[in-house]
């Protein structure tokens, strides 16, 4: 099944623990994202990738980190969790520039 | 800079009635326009895009938008209402050139259907 994948679902970490959020398309899809949802925000993008080794920010790129090694994982870092990082997170990947994104089921994270 | 503006935070609507969630875009070059839709604690799912080809664009259950490059709209329309179609609708926009990888959302309408 074509799909994106991430783990975990849901995450309680405590501030600054170091954590990974993993991401994996089985699509051979050149694009891939984050984004965080946050009620009256909407989603807001965190960083984009346009191939392997190609990245690039979003709107509220601050505290986060991504690497793209390989053309199907696209983890999402946070060396130093705060609690204004909790949020919703959707790993998300698009074939082209004229596609919408297919998105992951999300990973619920809460920073204490 | 490109924006995404949705009139309504929530839009309420009976079963069988007319369904009509606004979006308005600004956008310096022409873009692509998508719509999802975000059922409770779930992902967000493609209802339909919008890439040019035509101005009329139908989606998946029943929906279907509508390009207006003069009124700078992309409104999703639904002839009828279902209670399945209670959810979080959110209109987004990808722009031709630049960066392309950067997909920028509205803040999204709720739809509640009522019996």
């Not at chain 1, 909407?42 to 920010?57: A, F, H, P, W």
């Not at chain 2, 935070?9 to 606004?22: F, K, M, N, Y």
Request: charge should be positive.
């Amino acid at each position: 099944e074509a799909q994106v994948t991430q783990n975990p679902r849901y995450l309680i970490t405590v501030t600054g623990k170091k954590l990974t959020v993993t991401c994996s398309q089985n699509m051979n899809h050149e694009y891939m994202s984050w984004y965080r949802q946050d009620p009256g925000l909407g989603l807001r993008q965190i960083y984009y990738s346009m191939n392997v080794e190609v990245t690039d920010k979003g709107d509220v790129p601050e505290g986060y980190k991504v690497s793209r090694k390989e053309k199907r994982n696209f983890p999402l870092i946070l060396e130093s969790p705060s609690p204004n990082q909790t949020s919703l997170y959707f790993c998300a990947s698009s074939l082209n520039r004229g596609d919408g994104y297919t998105f992951g089921s999300g990973t619920r994270l809460t920073v204490v | 800079a490109q924006s995404v503006t949705q009139l309504g935070s929530h839009v309420s609507v009976s079963e069988g009635a007319l369904v009509l969630l606004r979006c308005n875009y600004s956008s310096s070059v022409p873009p692509y326009l998508f719509w999802y839709v975000q059922y409770p604690n779930q992902g967000l799912q493609l209802l339909l895009k919008y890439t040019s080809a035509a101005t009329l664009v139908k989606g998946i259950n029943g929906f279907e938008a509508e390009f207006k490059k003069s009124e700078t709209s992309f409104h999703l329309t639904k002839p009828s209402a279902h209670m399945s179609d209670a959810a979080e609708y959110f209109c987004a926009l990808k722009n031709y050139g630049g960066s392309q990888g950067n997909l920028i959302f509205g803040k999204g309408t709720k739809l509640s259907v009522k019996p």
